[in-house]
């Protein structure tokens, strides 16, 4: 009879070979990226991507990233899209990690046609690496929505 200390969670299910794994690693990077690679590029000039908050208008206007623009996931269409370029990378944040409005944005914009990365982290890990914000409260805004 095995011995529930002999029991490993993580073993119970095999590794993924090394082929395997590289395909899952570099795909999870095609669709995500981070404060300091968003922040270094913007430093830099470089990445032609456009920046968009997804949060309700509020909250956008408080506090957001200077440059990025403003659609309310729940507002992405057609039509609130139309201007935007499908040669172009769109990079998606909301508030911080346990919000899921990133995510929501990336899907309904690569729906639409657009390549997206969601920027990991959010406005909160944003401000958490002393980055720049722009808004009516600034750096006073609350860090939760």
């Avoid at 590794?15 to 095609?30: E, I, V």
């Avoid at 958490?128 to 006073?140: D, F, R, S, W």
């Amino acid at each position: 009879m095995n011995n529930s200390n002999d029991f490993s969670l993580v073993l119970e299910i095999p590794a993924a070979s090394p082929a395997d794994t590289h395909r899952h690693f570099l795909n999870k990077l095609a669709v995500e990226t981070d404060v300091a690679d968003v922040r270094l590029d913007m430093q830099r000039g470089v990445g032609d991507f456009l920046l968009i908050d997804v949060r309700a208008a509020k909250a956008y206007d408080e506090c957001h990233i200077p440059g990025a623009i403003n659609l309310p996931h729940r507002l992405m269409n057609e039509e609130t899209t139309a201007s935007f370029s499908k040669d172009q990378v769109i990079v998606v944040y909301c508030w911080g990690p346990a919000c899921n409005g990133g995510t929501r944005g990336a899907a309904r914009l690569s729906g639409l046609g657009f390549k997206v990365k969601e920027m990991l982290g959010g406005i909160e890990y944003w401000r958490k690496e002393g980055n720049p914000v722009e808004g009516t409260l600034g750096e006073k805004a609350p860090l939760i929505g």
